[in-house]
């Protein structure tokens, strides 16, 4: 391995073109599906209308909306007929037969009371649409930062390989002149098709993470869908998280359940008040054959009137009780699932500020690198040059550039997170 090389001027000329001819190909190139590229918000706007989950908790709450509608019905008409087969005679003539119509009716405000509980548990049900709403944004807003990335780190791939590309007409022009050795074209060469291979797994990883982001949005997994770069991450917060957590769809859900126990207890108390019943009895009466009276085969009519009295009452006290146990469960539910979402807010918060750590770090190492390729490339006009050091500081470069992309991802991944619990 020698120290220097000194590669002819006509061979740096031809290679600086190519450089110069690849990044200008490369800006053209890269600005193209930028032409084309899909929001985040719009992918949303497409999830949200065609999501099967979404669509099926939508139906539930249809359905439960549905159900104050039902609450609202009396109990079912009663009707009755009977035809006596031992006709009883009476007075004004023998009995036929026998109708009757009965109608229950509730104590007064229990179907008022139905209604409500229905619609208490329509309400739960919404929050529970809204939660499924937010965890797909949530899960849409994760595969899309996971494609930008990829895209990202393709791009810088595709760059080190073309940049390993002028590195490798270098070191065979200085094979030529004798001033490297082939182990060194040997060497880049390997370089490449490690590059190449891990170019190759993040198209595959590519195509693996679109189908899924195709899936949530309920169409072919083939559709192509082309990414917006990720911005860079802020030096710092512009400012506090600013959301409540207790309007998170988690902790709505079990309000609403609790209001819906409130009701089914109010339902149940006048569920155990005594119904009332209203009915008609109606008599046809034959007339009596050779009499000649006023009454003499008048027909009988006999409104009701009943009452059901609860007097063995244990299934409403039961019913109580159970009601009473259930606002503890929710309760206790609803502190257990806000604590979780403490948590889960502070750790996500930690860890956007972990990612923004890192990518602050990588910036500074690779513009510290980018230093060490200048005092390099200056050795190489003078002659000076080594291509290890070149390929260790391409190395690290390539590194340092794709740690701030995993970072930029982890970033707005935890922001998304940060976003799903305080509804931002």
Same mark, same amino acid.
């Given at each position: 391995?020698?120290?220097?090389?000194?590669?002819?001027?006509?061979?740096?000329?031809?290679?600086?073109?190519?450089?110069?001819?690849?990044?200008?190909?490369?800006?053209?190139?890269?600005?193209?599906?930028?032409?084309?590229?899909?929001?985040?918000?719009?992918?949303?706007?497409?999830?949200?209308?065609?999501?099967?989950?979404?669509?099926?908790?939508?139906?539930?709450?249809?359905?439960?909306?549905?159900?104050?509608?039902?609450?609202?019905?009396?109990?079912?008409?009663?009707?009755?007929?009977?035809?006596?087969?031992?006709?009883?005679?009476?007075?004004?003539?023998?009995?036929?037969?026998?109708?009757?119509?009965?109608?229950?009716?509730?104590?007064?405000?229990?179907?008022?009371?139905?209604?409500?509980?229905?619609?208490?548990?329509?309400?739960?049900?919404?929050?529970?649409?809204?939660?499924?709403?937010?965890?797909?944004?949530?899960?849409?807003?994760?595969?899309?930062?996971?494609?930008?990335?990829?895209?990202?780190?393709?791009?810088?791939?595709?760059?080190?390989?073309?940049?390993?590309?002028?590195?490798?007409?270098?070191?065979?022009?200085?094979?030529?002149?004798?001033?490297?050795?082939?182990?060194?074209?040997?060497?880049?060469?390997?370089?490449?098709?490690?590059?190449?291979?891990?170019?190759?797994?993040?198209?595959?990883? =590519?195509?693996?993470?679109?189908?899924?982001?195709?899936?949530?949005?309920?169409?072919?997994?083939?559709?192509?869908?082309?990414?917006?770069?990720?911005?860079?991450?802020?030096?710092?917060?512009?400012?506090?998280?600013?959301?409540?957590?207790?309007?998170?769809?988690?902790?709505?859900?079990?309000?609403?359940? =609790?209001?819906?126990?409130?009701?089914?207890?109010?339902?149940? +108390?006048?569920?155990?008040?005594?119904?009332?019943?209203?009915?008609?009895?109606?008599?046809?009466?034959?007339?009596?054959?050779?009499?000649?009276?006023?009454?003499?085969?008048?027909?009988?009519?006999?409104?009701?009137?009943?009452?059901?009295?609860?007097?063995?009452?244990?299934?409403?006290?039961?019913?109580?009780?159970?009601?009473?146990?259930?606002?503890?469960?929710?309760?206790?539910?609803?502190?257990?699932?806000?604590?979780?979402?403490?948590?889960?807010?502070?750790?996500?918060?930690?860890?956007?500020?972990?990612?923004?750590?890192?990518?602050?770090?990588?910036?500074?190492?690779?513009?510290?690198?980018?230093?060490?390729?200048?005092?390099?490339? +200056?050795? =190489?006009?003078?002659?000076?040059?080594?291509?290890?050091?070149?390929?260790?500081?391409?190395?690290?470069?390539?590194?340092?550039?794709?740690?701030?992309?995993?970072?930029?991802?982890? =970033?707005?991944?935890?922001?998304?997170?940060?976003?799903?619990?305080?509804?931002?």
């Amino acid at each position: 391995m020698r120290d220097s090389i000194r590669p002819r001027s006509a061979k740096r000329e031809r290679s600086n073109l190519i450089m110069k001819a690849y990044i200008l190909f490369l800006t053209v190139f890269s600005a193209i599906p930028l032409l084309n590229a899909q929001s985040l918000q719009e992918l949303l706007r497409q999830a949200e209308a065609g999501n099967p989950k979404i669509q099926a908790y939508q139906l539930r709450y249809a359905v439960a909306g549905e159900k104050a509608g039902e609450a609202s019905s009396l109990p079912d008409t009663e009707f009755g007929a009977g035809l006596f087969v031992s006709e009883p005679e009476t007075r004004t003539g023998a009995q036929k037969a026998r109708f009757s119509v009965r109608q229950m009716l509730p104590w007064f405000g229990t179907i008022t009371a139905r209604e409500n509980y229905a619609n208490a548990m329509a309400e739960a049900e919404f929050e529970e649409l809204s939660l499924v709403r937010r965890q797909l944004a949530l899960e849409v807003a994760g595969g899309y930062y996971e494609l930008s990335a990829n895209k990202a780190q393709e791009k810088v791939l595709e760059e080190t390989i073309v940049l390993l590309n002028t590195y490798e007409e270098q070191a065979i022009t200085a094979v030529e002149v004798g001033k490297a050795s082939a182990v060194d074209v040997l060497r880049i060469q390997i370089r490449k098709n490690e590059l190449q291979e891990r170019l190759q797994v993040l198209k595959q990883q =590519y195509l693996a993470r679109e189908a899924s982001l195709n899936n949530l949005l309920n169409r072919d997994i083939r559709t192509e869908i082309h990414t917006m770069e990720l911005p860079p991450i802020p030096p710092e917060e512009p400012g506090p998280a600013d959301g409540e957590l207790t309007m998170h769809p988690e902790l709505l859900k079990y309000d609403k359940l =609790y209001e819906g126990v409130r009701q089914a207890e109010l339902l149940n +108390r006048k569920e155990s008040a005594p119904n009332l019943g209203v009915g008609l009895d109606y008599v046809p009466v034959q007339e009596r054959a050779g009499m000649n009276f006023s009454d003499n085969g008048k027909d009988i009519l006999m409104p009701m009137v009943s009452v059901t009295v609860p007097i063995f009452n244990s299934t409403y006290a039961s019913r109580t009780r159970q009601n009473t146990l259930r606002q503890q469960e929710l309760e206790a539910m609803k502190k257990e699932r806000e604590n979780d979402l403490k948590s889960r807010l502070e750790s996500a918060i930690a860890a956007r500020n972990v990612a923004r750590i890192q990518y602050m770090t990588q910036l500074a190492n690779l513009e510290q690198a980018g230093h060490a390729e200048q005092i390099l490339i +200056r050795n =190489y006009e003078t002659g000076t040059v080594d291509f290890n050091d070149v390929l260790d500081i391409q190395e690290l470069q390539l590194n340092f550039r794709m740690k701030m992309i995993a970072a930029q991802r982890a =970033y707005y991944s935890q922001a998304a997170m940060i976003n799903y619990i305080l509804g931002l």
